[in-house]
């Protein structure tokens, strides 16, 4: 922008270079401007086109004689910058209350007065970009685990998303990530929870997704294998549950447990028919019962008048054992005869507990 500077003569020049030189003198007029600048002197015109000549002031000196002097000019021009910068994609810059981006990266801006001569001070500018660094993160992730990334939760329900970390690229823009994660399906299982007759066991079988890296029970089973996928129960008296937290060769843990309740029903087998002449098993009387008992500690067989005809004590709940010391349908070294017998037995359980039960049996030929 051009500036006009207007000089008058009579106060500004003609009283200094009176002062300056003696009458009839030609004196200097030496001054320094900038290039967009234009100086009228004695209604000369002075500038870059123009930088030097003589004025003559008629009547100018002191002592009222013309004054000449010399005019010597200097027109600086104004300092140029080249700004040349890479930002990143998406960034800008404000220069001079003007914004550059990537859709007006050139241009020129003046300052003015702003050079170190008191000119202005002309800047070029030119961007250039750099793209912003783009990178996947994906990951398998145990079921009912989560990540945070940038302060957002990805877990089972939110898979996938594009976080923005603010300078955190190697060139100091913004990192892009694309978050991708899968989640396993990992899952242990004990079984479903149920009861077993008061002195019996239970077969435990652990089932798994993937294979096992570390087990841990509780409480510990009756196994020396450490992993112990499978197991019996000791014989049980009261209710157990069993919990595993199981660690698999991905790192993932599950968790299951299974309880087991007693039954204390009592349960005692009787054939009500047999024949001492037919084939094995049926040849012999004799009760049974469920594994909570392990004694049958008397067996008294009666006829229909209450005369024993068969008496057997601490009898072993196991089928040798009651087959072998039942009743073979012999009463006092002669068979017994064809009729409806009642018996009476007394038995223990696992636990120590005594109990009774009677029925009745026919003997056929």
């Known amino acids: 922008m051009r500036s006009l500077i207007t000089i008058f003569l009579s106060c500004i020049i003609a009283c200094s270079v009176a002062a300056m030189s003696p009458a009839g003198d030609t004196a200097i007029y030496a001054r320094t401007y900038c290039s967009n600048q234009i100086v009228i002197i004695n209604n000369h015109v002075y500038g870059p086109f123009q930088t030097s000549g003589v004025e003559i002031i008629p009547g100018g000196a002191a002592n009222g004689m013309d004054s000449i002097f010399k005019v010597q000019l200097t027109f600086n021009q104004p300092v140029e910058y080249n700004y040349n910068v890479t930002i990143c994609e998406g960034d800008s810059i404000k220069i001079n209350n003007k914004v550059y981006h990537k859709g007006f990266a050139e241009g020129k801006e003046i300052f003015e007065n702003a050079a170190a001569n008191g000119c202005d001070s002309i800047v070029f500018i030119k961007l250039s970009f750099t793209s912003q660094p783009f990178s996947n993160l994906i990951d398998t992730l145990c079921s009912g685990e989560s990540m945070t990334i940038n302060g957002t939760r990805y877990d089972f329900d939110n898979r996938s998303g594009l976080e923005i970390l603010d300078n955190a690229a190697y060139n100091g823009c913004d990192s892009l990530v694309y978050i991708s994660l899968f ?11 149920t009861a077993v007759v008061e002195g019996d066991s239970l077969a435990i079988h652990l089932s798994a997704r993937y294979g096992p890296e570390r087990v841990e029970w509780s409480p510990l089973p009756p196994c020396t294998d450490p992993e112990c996928l499978s197991f019996s129960t000791m014989r049980l008296t009261r209710p157990l549950q069993y919990s595993v937290i199981y660690t698999d060769t991905f790192g993932c843990v599950s968790r299951d447990e299974v309880y087991i309740q007693i039954d204390r029903k009592r349960r005692v087998y009787g054939a009500n028919v047999f024949t001492p002449s037919g084939d094995e098993p049926n040849n012999r009387f004799f009760i049974s019962a469920d594994r909570g008992v392990i ?6 067989v009666f006829d229909r008048w209450g005369e024993v005809v068969f008496n057997a004590e601490n009898i072993p709940n196991d089928s040798g054992s009651a087959y072998n010391m039942g009743w073979d349908g012999r009463t006092r070294d002669r068979d017994a005869p064809v009729d409806v017998y009642g018996w009476w037995a007394e038995l223990e359980t696992y636990s120590g507990v005594r109990f009774t039960e009677t029925g009745d049996v026919t003997l056929v030929k």
């Open 183 to 193: 989640f396993r399906e990992q899952w242990v299982y004990l079984g479903p929870d």
């Open 295 to 300: 004694l049958i500690r008397k067996l008294v």
